[in-house]
C-alpha cells in the first residue's frame, strides 16, 4: 500500500527533521574509552585488568586502544606518557625475570614481548 507523501521524500525515504545547529551531541564512547584507558595506564594497571575493568574483549584491545590515545597526543605530552611507560615496562621487567627465573622458556616469552611492547612505543 502507498503511504501518503507527507512524510517521504520524492525517492521514498522519510524526510529527517532539521538539526537545531546549536545542539551538540554527548562526547563519543570511544573518546571517553580512550580517556580512561590512558588514566588506568598510568595508575599502572596491566592491559589485561583495563580490559576487564572495561568491558573490552581482551588485553590487546586496550593496548590498542592505549597506542591509539598516545599518537592523538601533542609531542611534548606524548614524550612524557612514554618516558612512563617505558619505566613502567622497566619494573615489569625485573618482575618478569624473578618471577619466571625457574622457568626460562616462559621468561624468555615473555621478554620478547616486553621487548615487542617497547618498541611499539618509538
Known amino acids: 500500500m502507498p ?3 507527507g512524510s517521504q521524500s520524492e525517492h521514498g525515504r522519510a524526510k529527517r527533521p532539521l538539526r537545531d545547529e546549536s545542539f551538540r551531541p554527548p562526547p563519543s564512547p570511544r573518546r571517553n574509552t580512550d580517556q580512561v584507558v590512558l588514566a588506568l595506564r598510568e595508575e599502572g594497571r596491566s592491559f589485561s585488568a583495563i580490559a576487564r ?3 573490552l574483549r581482551r588485553a590487546k584491545d586496550a593496548y590498542a586502544t592505549f597506542h591509539r590515545t598516545l599518537a592523538s597526543r601533542p609531542e611534548a605530552e606524548r614524550a612524557e606518557l612514554v618516558r612512563r611507560e617505558l619505566e613502567r615496562l622497566a619494573v615489569l621487567e625485573v618482575r618478569i625475570r624473578s618471577r619466571d627465573a625457574t622457568e626460562p622458556e616462559k621468561m624468555a616469552r615473555r621478554l620478547e614481548g616486553l ?3 617497547r618498541q611499539n612505543l618509538h
Open 53 to 55: 575493568q572495561l568491558g
Open 3 to 5: 503511504r501518503g507523501k
Open 115 to 117: 621487548e615487542q611492547m
